[in-house]
C-alpha cells in the first residue's frame, strides 16, 4: 500500500482480470478516530497484511456491487470488521459475502463518514464524503466518475440509469472536496487532488464523455 496522507493509503494498483485487464483498481484505507475503515474493493494479500500492520479495519464501505470479491470475505473474516453497502447492492454481492448493515439514503456514520448514494453507474452507487482532521476533504467515488486516456468520464453498464447518474453529477456540484479517490481507472492513479475549478471541469467533461460498455456486452 502507498500512503497519500497523514490518514489514508491506497492499496497497490490490482488489474481486473474479469475486464479482460483493461481497468485497475483500487482501495483505500482511512484512519479515522474511531477504528480504520476500508474504501472500495483489495484483493491483494500484501496489502491485506498492510492493513493488519495499520491495525486493521473496524469496518469495509463498498461503493457499488462490482467491488465484491473473494477478498471481501477474506477482510470480513480476517478482521472481524463489519461491511455496508446500499441495500440494492445485496443481491449481487451474496455470491461473495453477507453485509452486516445496508443504507438507502444519505447518512452520517462514525460522527463524520459521510454516506451518499449516488445511483447512476448502478442503481446501488454511493460516495462516501469526508473532512480529514488533517485539511483535506476526501470524496469517494467508486465508479461514478472516473479517469480513462487522459480524460474523465462516466460508465455505463447494463443495470446504469443514465437520468439517475445525471442527477448524481448535478449533486456533485455542490460538494468542494480536495481528493477524489477513484475504484477503478485506466492507470496506475487512483487519485486526483483538485480545486474547484478543477472539480466543476472535470464534472463537465465526465458528463459529455460517457463510456458506454453495454454495447459491447451485447455484442
Not at 11 to 28: C, K, N, Q, V, Y
Not at 56 to 80: K, V
Not at 92 to 114: K, L, Y
Not at 118 to 143: M, N, Q, R, W
Request: glycine letters at 6%; one cysteine or more; aromatic letters at 10%.
Amino acid at each position: 500500500m502507498k500512503q497519500l496522507y497523514e490518514d489514508l493509503w491506497v492499496s497497490t494498483p490490482e488489474a481486473l482480470s474479469e475486464s479482460g485487464h483493461e481497468e485497475i483498481m483500487h482501495g483505500f484505507l482511512l484512519k479515522h478516530p474511531r477504528g480504520n475503515i476500508l474504501i472500495s474493493r483489495i484483493e491483494n494479500q500484501e496489502d491485506h497484511q498492510a492493513i493488519a500492520e495499520q491495525g486493521g479495519i473496524i469496518r469495509h464501505y463498498l461503493t457499488h456491487w462490482h467491488e465484491a470479491g473473494p477478498g471481501t470475505r477474506t477482510l470480513q473474516q480476517r478482521f472481524s470488521s463489519a461491511l455496508y453497502c446500499h441495500i440494492r447492492t445485496l443481491g449481487p454481492i451474496s455470491n461473495f459475502v453477507e453485509a452486516d448493515d445496508t443504507f438507502s439514503r444519505a447518512e452520517v456514520h462514525c460522527g463524520s463518514f459521510h454516506v451518499v448514494p449516488t445511483p447512476g453507474h448502478t442503481p446501488g452507487s454511493t460516495s462516501y464524503l469526508y473532512a480529514s482532521p488533517f485539511g483535506k476533504t476526501y470524496l469517494f467515488v467508486g465508479d461514478t466518475i472516473t479517469r480513462s486516456s487522459d480524460r474523465w468520464v462516466t460508465v455505463l453498464e447494463t443495470d446504469s440509469n443514465e437520468a439517475d447518474l445525471a442527477n448524481s453529477l448535478e449533486f456533485y456540484r455542490a460538494l468542494r472536496p480536495d481528493v477524489i479517490l477513484m475504484g477503478t481507472t485506466q492507470d496506475h492513479r487512483g487519485w486526483e487532488e483538485v480545486t474547484i475549478r478543477d472539480w466543476l471541469a472535470l464534472l463537465d467533461e465526465a458528463e459529455t464523455t460517457p463510456r458506454d460498455r453495454r454495447q459491447r456486452v451485447l455484442n
